[in-house]
């Protein structure tokens, strides 16, 4: 297909997901449904004083457009003060992503974007303001409660209500956000995604055989970008159509530009049914889905990589924080923990029948272990606390893992031992040194 021709496909994985990496999304629909709550409130507040008129309740008409008109001072005061106050918690979210961008790691940005509280607050406070808008529209001038025409109760009160929450909200908001300021709370909540994810994924089953013989490779087309994830129902849905199975060549975190393989087609002779042939290339690709950055929706090993980034800040000279990088250093020795004995490497995903589809490649343990400690191993030489919290969890991992799991782990507290011998002159500092604690230095 020709680059003119060519198409950039919708986002194929989970809607929710991809929506949740976004900040745009949950203040458009706010003020979208909140454009229907007026209608619905406005349409209340007119069937009510119809049936006051028919009824011929002058008394009780002329009471509700005094309370009317009490609210409508309160409804006015709040839509010129709530841009303001909207500005005042933008202010507030634009510093606390600055300190953490720069004193955790970029990456855990994110996290300010898809906090849930910071999208409910915008959300509310921008409902509140439009709502304010519309009531004000409401009101009527006529003061004969023979002739009114509105009386915008329901609305002014809908207003109120939203006032309120919106109080509430920023209180959660300001709360939550000097929280993620801290560097215990970021860590775990980048730890907690991280067991999220490996929730997701499936554990491998037993050794499937020899894949069929491979008949062709589908090629990326589009912009250059990490690979964030797959569809993967999408991509055994036409595998199981034409009979074939399908291997995901790059991992999920890649960076793929345009031509690089990303698909195998293995098989294709057609079988149980299947029609045969190799699935559409375009479909294959519109199951593929680029972006700009990673994200923990299938990417086993992004926890890790921000744990490792935000431990390497702390070490570095600029922030000398070895007690940061020690927290770092808990989490990634309890996502290994969590991975001692569970069965890593090529992920086979299975039709209803049973039959393997697709097979996708996930991080093996040397991979995950080499990206927790490497980095932060070669920083911490000059740290004695970071030295015996690596030794102290290099210690504790190699008791849990299996025997076949622990040259890596070996590999790297040898290697850790012989920097300090290198670079410590003294026998007392290196002994301190390499003395393992589970606090750094406790």
């Known amino acids: 297909m020709s680059p003119r021709t060519y198409r950039r496909p919708r986002a194929p994985s989970p809607l929710r997901e991809h929506l949740r990496d976004t900040f745009w999304f949950a203040p458009t629909l706010a003020l979208f449904l909140v454009f ?20 011929r309740e002058y008394d009780v008409v002329r009471s509700l457009t005094r309370i009317a008109e009490d609210a409508k001072t309160i409804v006015t005061t709040v839509s010129s003060a709530m ?8 202010s507030i979210s634009l510093v606390a992503v600055q300190m953490a961008a720069g004193n955790f790691s970029p990456r855990v940005v994110r996290i300010f974007i898809r906090s849930r ?38 609305q002014s009160a809908l207003t109120l209500l939203l006032v309120g929450l919106s109080l509430l909200l920023f209180i959660a908001y300001v709360t939550q956000t000097l929280q993620l300021m801290k560097v215990g709370p970021v860590v775990d909540r980048v730890t907690r995604e991280a ?30 970008g990490t690979l964030r994830d797959v569809h993967v129902a999408r991509l055994v849905r036409a595998a199981r159509r034409k009979g074939v199975v399908l291997r ?33 290339g375009r479909l ?9 950055e990673r994200t923990f929706h299938q990417d086993l090993g992004f926890g890790l990589r921000q744990l490792s980034d935000i431990g390497l800040r702390a070490l570095s000279p600029a922030v000398n924080d070895p007690t940061t990088a020690v927290q770092c250093i808990d989490r990634i020795v309890q996502f290994l923990a969590a ?6 490497g090529a992920v086979h995903h299975r039709d209803r029948e049973g039959v393997v589809r697709l097979v996708q490649d996930v991080p093996e343990w040397a991979d995950l272990v080499d990206l927790g400690f490497a980095e932060i191993r070669a920083s911490a030489v000059g740290s004695p606390q970071v030295c015996r919290r690596l030794i102290a969890g290099l210690d504790d991992l190699l008791r849990l893992v299996p025997e076949a799991r622990r040259e890596p782990l070996v590999r790297h507290r040898a290697l850790l031992v012989q920097a300090v011998e290198r ?20």
């Not at 808008?133 to 006529?142: A, F, G, K, N, R």
């Not at 079988?271 to 042939?277: A, W």
């Not at 991975?339 to 890593?344: D, N, S, T, Y």
Request: charged share 15%; aromatic share 6%.
């Open 339 to 344: 991975l001692a004995e569970r069965p890593l």
């Open 195 to 224: 067991f999220g994810v490996l929730a997701k994924v499936p554990v491998q089953g037993a050794d499937t055989g020899p894949l069929p013989a491979e008949a062709a490779r589908i090629g990326h087309q589009g912009r250059a």
């Open 36 to 55: 229907l709550l007026w209608i619905a409130a406005d349409a209340v507040d007119t069937a009510l004083l119809d049936t006051l008129q028919e009824a």
């Open 248 to 280: 995901l060549i790059p991992r999920i975190g890649d960076f793929v530009v345009p031509g690089t393989p990303v698909l195998a087609v293995h098989g294709g002779q057609g079988e149980r049914g299947g029609q045969g042939g190799l699935p559409s």
């Open 284 to 292: 294959l690709r519109s199951a593929v889905w680029v972006g700009v």
């Open 423 to 442: 670079q410590v002159p003294e026998a007392a500092e290196r002994a301190f040194a390499l003395e393992p604690d589970r606090q750094g230095i406790g």
């Open 83 to 90: 841009m303001t106050f909207i500005g005042v918690v933008f």
């Open 117 to 154: 509280i910071s999208k409910l607050t915008f959300s509310v406070f921008l409902a509140t303001f439009l709502l304010s808008l519309l009531v004000l529209t409401s009101y009527d001038s006529e003061t004969d409660p023979r002739n009114v025409v509105s009386v915008p109760l329901v």
